[in-house]
């Protein structure tokens, strides 16, 4: 009987340790989960707005309407006006952009890359940030047909803040749709009546 005993004790005493051990195991899991979800939150709050599109960009479908197109194209460049970035987030930022565009609007970019770091100099040596814009309703877009393609033009309006000035511009924008049936950017300019 004392056998009995001895064995029934060290496996009570083996199925304890192993409670204990499994139960340090759950514990030390969910704190390093706890913790590297609080690590996450964390370096998500310090991402920039260009560095969380970047981000944002893996996942994201192509945009299904014109008034779709030029939102992300203006989130797009509003990170080119009003954030601080790196020469690669930049790049990136650029690429983003050129993937909205016509073939044959990109076509027409020549030294695009150059030009655009032109561009964004301008605006922060005079202090000018993109303070807001608005896209045309999607109830107001203009489709029409040319040369074979579908096209749609639609305003958008920009507020431009420098120091304590504000300025309305319009934009015009042509997109047509490419073979893939994405909208593409065919075309900007800015409207003079507007």
């Known amino acids: ?3 009995g005993r001895i064995i029934k004790a060290t496996i009570l005493i083996s199925m304890m340790i192993a409670l204990i051990i499994g139960y340090y195991s759950y514990l030390s899991s969910r704190n390093d989960r706890i913790n590297s979800q609080q690590a996450a939150e964390q370096q998500a709050l310090e991402m920039t707005d260009t560095q969380e599109l970047i981000a944002r960009s893996a ?3 192509y945009p299904t309407t014109p008034t779709q197109v030029v939102k992300y194209y203006n989130e797009i460049t509003s990170c080119f006006y009003n954030d601080t970035y790196s020469d690669e987030e930049l790049e990136k ?4 952009c050129k993937n909205l565009y016509d073939v044959e609007l990109v076509a027409n970019q020549a030294n695009y890359l150059e030009k655009l770091r032109e561009d964004i100099k301008v605006f922060k040596s005079g202090n000018i940030t993109i303070y ?3 896209v045309t309703p999607a109830t107001d877009v203009v489709y029409f047909e040319h040369e074979g393609y579908e096209c749609a033009k639609l305003n958008c309006v920009y507020t431009l803040k420098s120091g304590t000035n504000y300025q309305t511009t319009v934009e ?3 997109l047509r749709k490419d073979v893939e049936g994405h909208w593409k950017i ?3 300019a800015l409207d003079e009546k507007g």
């Open 59 to 61: 996942y994201k479908e």
């Open 93 to 96: 930022l650029a690429e983003l």
């Open 132 to 134: 807001d814009s608005t």
């Open 1 to 3: 009987m004392d056998r």
């Open 186 to 188: 065919f075309g900007f």
């Open 172 to 174: 015009v924008y042509i």
